[in-house]
């Protein structure tokens, strides 16, 4: 039998908030938004001046200063985050956990500081230190030193909707009895190199001309905004939290990813789930307009969901300005996030590639 997976803990690092479950609230309530011009690099001659930065100092209090010289800005998120959800589940014994990272662009910053040394000044030029932070795994495994986590170390990297399967990936392993605990999440970064280049192909926001803006459902939508920052979940099964005496913050109930067709992976997860289409309802709302595009988004969604199950409504997010007429078709585009009250589907599809379905219910829904 399969084992139930519950999510007992949020860590959140982004422009809009930090901090664990209880930080997600409120941002949800006001339906605030980190979207802003770029302010830590210049966009001068590009098309795209606006995403979601995180504020100066964000990291300070959670990484020692001897852990910030030594790792890269993007795994300084992610350890970050990783220590709020760890606090947040009050997970004491980290020795078995696993450890799951989406990204899209890994340390990007990093890899452009490695190349530019040697194009400066040939092997001279290459950087021992800088050299380690260019795999796309060095947020996962500095996480997990620092933690003493002793379970697998997984970095996932995809398109879109890296976060959304990491979290996918972490509740299989739990629900399979392969493990007890997973910290599984998401995180990017901004870099210039990276802005400059989805500008200039048009994959962010003007794309196509018109306001530039993050409205994923309105007719004059223009594309996505990007963001950064990182969000990390602790899921756990049922048995291992009640043993401990673990807040469960909700439960996640199916979780299915697939390739290539259009809404392949919604039919398994609510299979998975015991549910039938339509039991999570229609009502449709997007978190993009808040936080930005990144891989940390992923997480925060699911994190989201457990909040909105938990509270009974949807967040007061204004994301719906000029609805396309086919708004119910337009739940499946990259980027929603499908939450009625009830069971809920966090949906997450990259255009022509990876698509992720996770099924959220809250405690008292389960079956």
Do not use: K
């Not at 040394?117 to 060095?138: C, H």
């Not at 500095?142 to 970095?155: D, K, M, Q, R």
């Not at 509740?171 to 901004?190: F, K, M, Q």
């Not at 909105?308 to 609805?323: D, F, Q």
Request: charge should be neutral; glycine fraction near 14%.
């Amino acid at each position: 039998m399969a084992s139930r997976v519950v999510v007992t803990g949020v860590g959140t690092v982004s422009g809009v908030c930090t901090g664990g479950a209880a930080a997600i609230g409120p941002v949800l309530e006001s339906g605030r938004s980190a979207v802003g011009r770029v302010t830590a690099f210049p966009t001068d001659g590009l098309s795209s001046h606006l995403a979601a930065e995180l504020p100066p100092g964000a990291l300070a209090a959670l990484v020692e200063p001897a852990e910030a010289r030594r790792l890269s800005r993007v795994s300084q998120m992610t350890l970050a985050a990783c220590r709020l959800a760890v606090r947040d589940a009050n997970l004491g014994d980290l020795s078995d956990a696993h450890l799951i990272v989406g990204t899209e662009f890994g340390d990007l910053r990093s890899t452009e500081e490695f190349a530019a040394g040697y194009l400066r000044r040939g092997a001279g030029g290459l950087s021992p230190l800088a050299f380690p932070n260019t795999v796309m795994n060095t947020m996962a495994a500095a996480s997990a030193i620092a933690l003493g986590l002793h379970g697998s170390s997984i970095t996932v990297n995809a398109r879109r909707v890296a976060g959304e399967l990491a979290v996918g990936r972490g509740a299989a392993l739990i629900a399979s009895g392969r493990a007890t605990a997973v910290l599984a999440g998401g995180v990017d970064e901004l870099s210039p190199l990276m802005f400059a280049l989805l500008a200039r192909l048009a994959a962010i926001s003007p794309r196509g001309g018109g306001e530039e803006g993050c409205r994923p459902f309105d007719e004059d939508a223009s594309g996505p905004v990007r963001g950064e920052g990182a969000t990390v979940l602790v899921l756990e099964s049922l048995e291992a939290a009640a043993a401990r005496g673990a807040r469960a913050l909700g439960e996640i109930r199916g979780a299915a990813w697939r390739s290539g067709a259009r809404a392949a992976a919604i039919p398994p997860a609510l299979e998975a789930a015991g549910l039938a289409p339509g039991d999570t309802g229609p009502a449709t709302t997007s978190l993009a307009p808040v936080a930005g595009e990144h891989a940390g988004l992923g997480a925060f969604r699911v994190a989201a969901a457990t909040w909105t199950a938990r509270a009974g409504r949807l967040p007061g997010i204004a994301s719906l300005r000029r609805p396309r007429p086919a708004a119910r078709e337009v739940a499946a585009g990259p980027g929603v996030h499908r939450v009625p009250v009830g069971p809920g589907l966090v949906h997450g599809v990259c255009r022509g590639g990876d698509e992720v379905a996770l099924i959220v219910a809250p405690m008292g829904d389960a079956a």
